[in-house]
T-cell receptor, first 110, second 114 residues
Framework: AQRVTQPEKLLSVFKGAPVELKCNYSYSGSPELFWYVQYSRQRLQLLLRHISRESIKGFTADLNKGETSFHLKKPFAQEEDSAMYYCALSGRAGSYQLTFGKGTKLSVIP | DVKVTQSSRYLVKRTGEKVFLECVQDMDHENMFWYRQDPGLGLRLIYFSYDVKMKEKGDIPEGYSVSREKKERFSLILESASTNQTSMYLC?????????????FGPGTRLLVL
């Protein structure tokens, strides 16, 4: 079975401080991993996906297969980063399903 | 720009009522999904569909059914609503392709079952 674990329900950081949202996964094959974000009163949307190896809004995430992790990082947090963040995994071949973690609420303190 | 719309933002129903949640997407996406979102539990997949009239159970299908008669529309049905189905329901759609495509979400329907 595939599983996504986000160990922190809530993460509070000061503006300008580095941010790391943790995500660990369990999957025996080669996974595709994603971060989705939901800002207050907005719909859930894709932030980034590991296969693109891109930086979005200053966030990056590196897939570490050895540690089965896909942590989301940003060097300097901004107030507008406050949101709910979900890590998601697609693993089963030919499947279009995503397995989501339980989410981490990021609060950036001014 | 992909648009996924849901018929209601808020619904209040009584226990035992039959409830229909509608979702429409305008980007000709093959895949459509229904999730429920609960605090501390994240998103859990209820059902999904990869083609008209096709459906697959997700992780928590019990108490729900779905209907996809047209490509753009995916309905979630609660045959007999119960209080433990009070939740936020999210619809999503994506392209059918060889790799996992981005899922585009609707604004959600907050359902309260009394």
């Amino acid at each position: 079975a595939q599983r996504v674990t986000q160990p922190e329900k809530l993460l509070s950081v000061f503006k300008g401080a580095p941010v790391e949202l943790k995500c660990n996964y369990s999957y025996s094959g080669s996974p595709e991993l994603f971060w989705y974000v939901q800002y207050s009163r907005q719909r859930l949307q894709l932030l980034l996906r590991h296969i693109s190896r891109e930086s979005i809004k200053g966030f990056t995430a590196d897939l570490n297969k050895g540690e089965t992790s896909f942590h989301l990082k940003k060097p300097f947090a901004q107030e507008e980063d406050s949101a709910m963040y979900y890590c998601a995994l697609s693993g089963r071949a030919g499947s279009y399903q995503l397995t989501f973690g339980k989410g981490t609420k990021l609060s950036v303190i001014p | 720009d992909v648009k996924v719309t849901q018929s209601s933002r808020y619904l209040v129903k009584r226990t035992g009522e039959k409830v229909f949640l509608e979702c429409v997407q305008d980007m000709d996406h093959e895949n459509m999904f229904w999730y429920r979102q609960d605090p501390g539990l994240g998103l859990r997949l209820i059902y999904f569909s990869y083609d008209v009239k096709m459906k697959e159970k997700g992780d928590i299908p019990e108490g729900y059914s779905v209907s996809r008669e047209k490509k753009e529309r995916f309905s979630l049905i609660l045959e007999s609503a119960s209080t433990n189905q009070t939740s936020m329901y999210l619809c999503a759609s994506s392209l059918l392709s060889g790799v996992q495509e981005t899922q585009y979400f609707g604004p959600g329907t907050r359902l309260l079952v009394l």
